[in-house]
């Protein structure tokens, strides 16, 4: 039972680890994917959405983690093309979220003078 336990701990550490290591993108060479594979078109230059003929959802600051962007870009809900990983690959889909992750979060409207008046 205790070789099970420690057998049980040791896997954990080491899926973390993976989960870690995918998790850990490249914001440069996201950016370069982001706008090399369309994504830009319908979510925006800076993730703000709005683009595209559908109006793509914002993505900057978006708040979800790896596995839920993964399955996303996968099995998309609605319009969104599905990008298996033959087109993009898990490497590139870290660097994309890397990017994204990296965004500002939006100004808030009431901190736009323009819109102010």
Do not use: W
């Not at 370069?32 to 078109?41: D, F, L, S």
């Not at 319009?79 to 979220?97: G, N």
Request: glycine share 12%; with cysteine; hydrophobic share 45%.
């Amino acid at each position: 039972m205790k070789r099970i336990l420690i057998f049980a701990a040791l896997l954990a550490v080491a899926s973390g680890a993976v989960l870690a290591a995918q998790a850990s993108g490249d914001v440069a060479k996201g950016r370069q994917v982001y706008v090399e594979k369309g994504c830009a078109y319908c979510h925006g230059t800076v993730g703000q959405g709005g683009g595209g003929r559908l109006g793509g959802l914002r993505l900057a600051n978006m708040g979800i983690a790896l596995p839920a962007f993964t399955e996303q870009l996968r099995h998309p809900r609605d319009e969104m093309p599905p990008y298996v990983e033959s087109v993009l690959p898990d490497r590139e889909v870290a660097d994309i979220f890397a990017y994204i992750g990296s965004l500002p979060p939006p100004q808030p409207a009431s901190s736009i003078p323009i819109l102010n008046r």
